[in-house]
């Protein structure tokens, strides 16, 4: 467990942004020998081998095609974005003529007052112009770069108190003294292209605070960015580390979670049923076969769970609560807000139970409306039986959370054996598990 928590947060901290993200798994998938595809080119697709695919670098695809026969596909689904600030075009606002702050505003939906007063820096794409068009960038400027800092407690008294606080005004990163560079131009530098080639970009600024692990046996970890991209590892992992799985396993790697998903590359898109279409449709299935195919699909929405909070117990339900290092999180809600239900849940349980990984219940406190996930959002285009799932975390949305030191082991292996089992379902609600 000690070395997949380290190489969880070396990933983390190899990923600023989700085009980070999809880029560090896409690493780890080539050296596991994965093959990458183009949505804009056929796909040939061999049995007992893997493939990955994009859409536009910041939501990834990754599957292996089984050596036998499949009935259906089982996906593991994480996201790659977080809440954060995002720079605007005209980036630098100007200081009684000597301070440079970045003008930005919030993406998703960030607790502000954890971006004060720590080292940032800044990241995301640049798009360049070439002789036959534009390419993108990737660019991350590894150096602290930025604070954005607080107001001191003799000039606001009521700090302590609770204190709102303004994207324009209070949010804006401190960057420069007396006119120093501008960032655009910075960053084009840092990324080996001239200012003047660059069109446009997407520019995030991200917390520089390397994760640690901590407590009296080093039983927590904190880390930027632990929602989601604990469980985005989690599914990359199981399904480079999962042998001899009996159906067309699928990682997804969504963008723009935070922000309700609905773009070309978000759950809420084509991308996900585009793919399996044009998996079965390369391995020779027919459209009747693929619709039979999906009836015997599985998806493990995984995104991360509130854990039990030390100073406010009173914010989670008082009997399905859940805690850090205690297993997978299995998440309900009676308004659907969850896609978990007795079906879905009792496959999922049957499976971590057969391998030994343990898991709880969670449902938020009755008075607390919970929000969508990839699950629900992503079957408005391909309907698949589904069970939201995540690992239980403190300070969710904050720059800096905090999780147990155990459960990213519990979720690769959970998801590797749920990729090692097969499922199938030819009467409706029931499961066969071989």
Same mark, same amino acid.
């Given at each position: 467990?000690?070395?997949?928590?380290?190489?969880?947060?070396?990933?983390?901290?190899?990923?600023?942004?989700?085009?980070?993200?999809?880029?560090?798994?896409?690493?780890?998938?080539?050296?596991?020998?994965?093959?990458?595809?183009?949505?804009?080119?056929?796909?040939?697709?061999e049995k007992g081998k893997g493939y990955f695919v994009t859409r536009n670098l910041s939501s990834l695809l990754a599957f292996r095609v089984p050596e036998g026969e499949s009935v259906g596909f089982q996906l593991a689904a994480g996201h790659t974005d977080s809440p954060c600030y995002k720079i605007k075009e005209k980036g630098i606002v100007a200081c009684g003529g000597k301070y440079g702050m970045l003008d930005t505003e919030m993406y998703g939906g960030a607790i502000a007052m954890s971006w004060l007063d720590r080292p940032l820096s800044v990241a995301g794409r640049l798009m360049v112009k070439d002789d036959q068009g534009v390419h993108p960038v990737l660019i991350n400027i590894e150096e602290d770069t930025l604070v954005i800092p607080n107001l001191c407690i003799h000039q606001h008294r009521g700090v302590n108190n609770g204190v709102p606080l303004k994207g324009q005004t209070d949010m804006l990163p401190m960057y420069s003294l007396n006119g120093g560079k501008n960032i655009h131009s910075q960053a084009a530098e840092y990324a080996g292209v001239s200012p003047e080639s660059v069109l446009a970009s997407d520019l995030f600024v991200y917390n520089r605070m390397p994760g640690s692990v901590w407590g009296s046996e080093k039983e927590f970890i904190s880390a930027p960015r632990l929602d989601d991209l604990e469980c985005a590892y989690s599914a990359v992992m199981a399904l480079? +580390?999962?042998?001899? &799985? %009996?159906?067309?396993?699928?990682?997804?790697?969504?963008?723009?979670?935070?922000?309700? !998903?609905?773009? @070309?590359q978000g759950a809420d898109s084509s991308f996900?049923?585009?793919?399996?279409?044009?998996?079965?449709?390369?391995?020779?299935f027919t459209g009747e076969e693929h619709s039979r195919r999906l009836a015997s699909s599985f998806?493990?929405?995984?995104?991360?769970?509130?854990?039990?909070?030390?100073?406010?117990?009173?914010?989670?339900?008082?009997?399905?609560?859940?805690?850090?290092? +205690?297993?997978?999180? &299995? %998440?309900?809600?009676?308004?659907?807000?969850?896609?978990?239900?007795?079906?879905?849940? !009792?496959?999922? @349980?049957?499976?971590?139970?057969?391998?030994?990984?343990?898991?709880?219940?969670?449902?938020n406190h009755s008075d607390q409306a919970g929000g969508s996930t990839l699950g629900n959002l992503s079957g408005r285009h391909v309907s698949l039986t589904t069970v939201d799932i995540g690992l239980a975390q403190l300070a969710m949305h904050s720059s800096w959370e905090t999780a147990g030191a155990k459960d990213a082991e519990w979720m690769v292996q959970g998801m590797r054996a749920f990729f090692e089992t097969r499922l199938e379902s030819r009467t409706d609600c029931v499961w066969t598990m071989n």
């Open positions: 467990m000690e070395n997949r928590t380290g190489d969880l947060l070396r990933y983390i901290a190899a990923s600023p942004t989700a085009f980070h993200a999809v880029d560090s798994a896409a690493k780890l998938l080539r050296k596991a020998g994965f093959t990458e595809l183009q949505e804009g080119e056929s796909w040939t697709l480079i +580390e999962a042998e001899n &799985v %009996k159906n067309i396993a699928v990682s997804c790697l969504f963008d723009n979670e935070e922000v309700g !998903s609905c773009t @070309r996900l049923a585009d793919t399996l279409t044009r998996i079965d449709r390369a391995l020779g998806m493990l929405s995984a995104d991360n769970a509130h854990a039990a909070h030390p100073n406010h117990p009173e914010t989670s339900d008082p009997v399905n609560r859940v805690w850090m290092n +205690e297993g997978i999180v &299995v %998440k309900f809600s009676g308004n659907q807000k969850y896609t978990s239900d007795s079906v879905s849940a !009792s496959v999922f @349980r049957s499976i971590c139970e057969k391998a030994g990984v343990p898991t709880q219940t969670f449902f």
